[in-house]
Structure formats: structure tokens, C-alpha cells
């Protein structure tokens, strides 16, 4: 069977230490979650022992997410971050639509967090952001319907 060759992760440096530092925080848990699947196994039969149970799935979403982690590491590319006044990841943008303006900044696709203000490029509007400058108009689909929102500012 030949390994397929995936494409490369696009991300900022940020993201990517960011990543770095959540798997060796994973990493550091498992020993502790591996024991507590042990003692909740030695306390007898496991068809009805619901810690056992519920430490093993603990136990399973943590490797999970250590294997997915591991994975996009290996794939990222980190982006250099220099927009010359084009929206790129790692641009910050500040965008009007009529809700107002707000400001995020352009991220790969795997580290996008609106809480924090981080656009991934596989949304929609910032896939619609990408390679503009201020003053354009982009228009985006949501499921809403399509809407329309102008770039302010690129830094």
C-alpha cells in the first residue's frame, strides 16, 4: 500500500507553539489517566464498573487528541507574517458589515477560535478575506444567506 502525501497545514508560529505546548500538557496527564484506568480495573468485574468505563473513555479521547495534534504538527507549514497591506494568516484585519466593524486576526485553517478573535481561512469570510486589501468589498455565504463586509484595515 503506497502512504498517501496529505498537504501541508498552513499556520502562524503562534498556533503552532500554541499546539506544541497542548501535547506536551497531554503528554504529561496520560501517565496519571493510564493509572486511574488500572485502579478502576482492579476493582472487579468490568461489565459493571462504570469508572473503569469512564476512565477508559477518558483515557481514549485524550490519546485522540495527542494522535491529531502529533498529526497537524507534522503537517504544519508555519506562514511567514508579513501582509504588505494583503490579507494573509497572520494579518490582522479589521472588517465592517452591518453589525459594525471587528477586528480578528487571519489564522490557518485548524486554529480558528472566534472567542479569541482568530479567523481561520476556512471560513467563509476569511476565506472571502484572503488576498484583499483595504477598501475591498468581499462577499461571503452564511446560512443565513450571503452577506456583504468591507476590510477597514490590514496590519
Do not use: C, W
Request: hydrophobic share 40%; charged share 25%; proline share 4%.
Amino acid at each position: 500500500m503506497s502512504q498517501e502525501k496529505y498537504a501541508p497545514i498552513p499556520m502562524t508560529a503562534s498556533g503552532f507553539e500554541a499546539l506544541k505546548a497542548e501535547l506536551a500538557e497531554l503528554r504529561a496527564r496520560r501517565p496519571a489517566m493510564v493509572d486511574e484506568v488500572a485502579a478502576a480495573r482492579s476493582q472487579g468485574d468490568l461489565s459493571e464498573n462504570f469508572a473503569y468505563h469512564d476512565a477508559r473513555q477518558h483515557l481514549g479521547m485524550l490519546d485522540g487528541r495527542i494522535q491529531t495534534i502529533e498529526k497537524t504538527l507534522t503537517r504544519a507549514e508555519v506562514v511567514e507574517e508579513s501582509s504588505q497591506g494583503v490579507v494573509r494568516i497572520g494579518s490582522r484585519v479589521l472588517v465592517r458589515d452591518e453589525f459594525g466593524e471587528a477586528s480578528y486576526e487571519i489564522v490557518g485553517p485548524t486554529e480558528g477560535n472566534m472567542a479569541r478573535g482568530l479567523m481561520s481561512v476556512a471560513a467563509p469570510l476569511g476565506s472571502a478575506l484572503l488576498e484583499r486589501r483595504a477598501g475591498d468589498t468581499v462577499t461571503f455565504k452564511t446560512p443565513g444567506g450571503a452577506r456583504k463586509a468591507t476590510i477597514v484595515s490590514v496590519s
